[in-house]
Structures are given as structure tokens and as C-alpha cells.
């Protein structure tokens, strides 16, 4: 029985629209010394690509304050911390295998032969964020995370997984949330 529920949860988890994909961390960094964080420069990368409506940048960096204030960092002109938020976004298309029942049946002396296909049932856009966080004063990556989840044109949805997925991606944070 433990083992059935085991595989239930893994089964449910592998299901879940957003997933974390990476972590990287610098070895023997001291996250409790930063107390402050901001975002780094806007006019220092192409982020007009990501402005205006149903793009998620702003509730990406929303979600992204949330979590580090949970972590008791706070916002600053002349932070501890820069943090660089990146998004790639990708056409998928959902497949599925043909079976042999939908073969045709052929009567006769014909040379047929039949092999499983997969046929697109349809198409879905799959986003992924990456978190950089830089220690200011040495102007050095200490923690890397990204995350990539479902996307869906639905702005209450839209959030919702924004929000969803940069809290999984902000448990695997080396600070844990304070309170």
C-alpha cells in the first residue's frame, strides 16, 4: 500500500505544469549575510521584448520579491544582491502513437505494411524562467535556478502558475523562509 501511494505522489508531482529544471550554487557561499536585493538593470538586456500585456515579466518579478522577502531580504537602491530574471518561450505540440486497431484493412495481394505514427493532437506554449542572483560586490553568479511551466492566455491562470513556479523554484533557494 505504501508503495502504491509512493507512486501516486511521484506520478501527481511529474504531472504538475511547472517543473524545476535546474540549481546551481557556488560552493561555500554564506546566504544569511545579504540583507538586500534588487533587479538588475533593465536597459542592460533586451527586456522591450517582454513589455506590455500577457507577457508575465512583471508578475515574474512579483513572485521573485515575494520569495525574497520571505526570506527576509528587502529591496534596495544599493543592494547586497542583484537578481537577473530571463524568459525563453516555446512552441510544443502535444503527440500521441497510433495503434494497430486504426490500420486500414486491405483485402487482397497488396504490399502493405503498418507502423506506429505519432499524430499531433495539438499545441501548447511552454515558458521558461532562469533566476540568476549575484553577489553585488563581487559581481559573481552565487545561485542559479530555472523553472519552465505551461503557459496558457488566461491572465488569473497565468499568474497562478508564475506564482506556482517560482515558489518551487525558490524551495530549492539555500535560505529557507523565515517565519
Known sequence: MKTFLLL???????CAPEQVKSIT????????VY?????????ARNEAAFEGPGTGIENLK????????????????????????????QDK???RQTTI????YYIGQRNYRWQSQDVVVGTYEEGTATVEVVDA???????????????TPDPGKLTRRINDAITSLFD????????
Do not use: C, H
Not at 501516486?8 to 511529474?14: F, H, M, P, R, V
Not at 560586490?137 to 503557459?151: D, K, M, Q, Y
Open 8 to 14: 501516486l505522489l511521484l506520478s501527481l508531482a511529474a
Open 25 to 32: 550554487q557556488q560552493p561555500g557561499v554564506d546566504f544569511t
Open 35 to 43: 540583507k538586500t536585493y534588487n533587479f538588475m538593470d533593465v536597459s
Open 62 to 89: 512579483q513572485a521573485v520579491s515575494r520569495e525574497m522577502s520571505r526570506r527576509g531580504y528587502q529591496q534596495s537602491d544599493a543592494p547586497d544582491l542583484w537578481v537577473n530574471i530571463g524568459v525563453v518561450t
Open 93 to 95: 505540440k502535444q503527440t
Open 101 to 104: 486497431r486504426e490500420a486500414p
Open 137 to 151: 560586490a563581487r559581481n559573481e553568479l552565487i545561485w542559479e535556478g530555472s523553472v519552465a511551466s505551461i503557459l
Open 172 to 179: 530549492k533557494y539555500p535560505v529557507p523562509p523565515q517565519g
